[in-house]
């Protein structure tokens, strides 16, 4: 599994609008190939928004940076200061760590 981490900064956008766009694109994200979820993310005080994406390999992830979807977020005109990281889900650990999330993450990474 693969864990992308999103944040950027609105330009020209209140949170308010951002909240809007986001709820109206949200369900966009669900026919994604190979990605398993999304949570999105806002701290308001500090401007700062973004998304963790879970996919289910580093293929599939590249695969949407490719797609209109993926260039619609990465060249957003609203998004300033945008940073997109990438990394390898620890499976050991996240397994030894416990709890539902854990347990439902690895069901997903199984059944794949």
């Known amino acids: 599994m693969h864990v992308?981490?999103?944040?950027?900064?609105?330009?020209?956008?209140?949170d308010a609008e951002f909240r809007a766009m986001a709820?109206?694109?949200?369900?966009?994200?669900?026919?994604?190939?190979?990605?398993?979820g999304k949570i999105w993310i806002a701290d308001a005080g500090k401007d700062t928004y973004g998304g963790v994406y879970l996919w289910q390999d580093a293929a599939a992830m590249q695969g949407y940076l490719a797609s209109d979807l993926g260039k619609g977020v990465t060249g957003n005109p609203?998004?300033?200061?945008l940073t997109s990281r990438d990394f390898e889900m620890?499976?050991?650990?996240t397994v030894g760590s416990g709890g539902r999330v854990a347990a439902?993450?690895?069901d997903v990474?199984?059944?794949?």
């Open 4 to 14: 992308q981490i999103v944040n950027f900064s609105l330009k020209d956008m209140t």
């Open 23 to 36: 709820n109206e694109v949200a369900p966009a994200f669900g026919s994604v190939p190979g990605l398993l």
């Open 109 to 112: 990474v199984g059944a794949a």
């Open 90 to 93: 620890l499976s050991g650990p």
């Open 78 to 81: 609203h998004f300033a200061n």
């Open 104 to 106: 439902s993450l690895m």
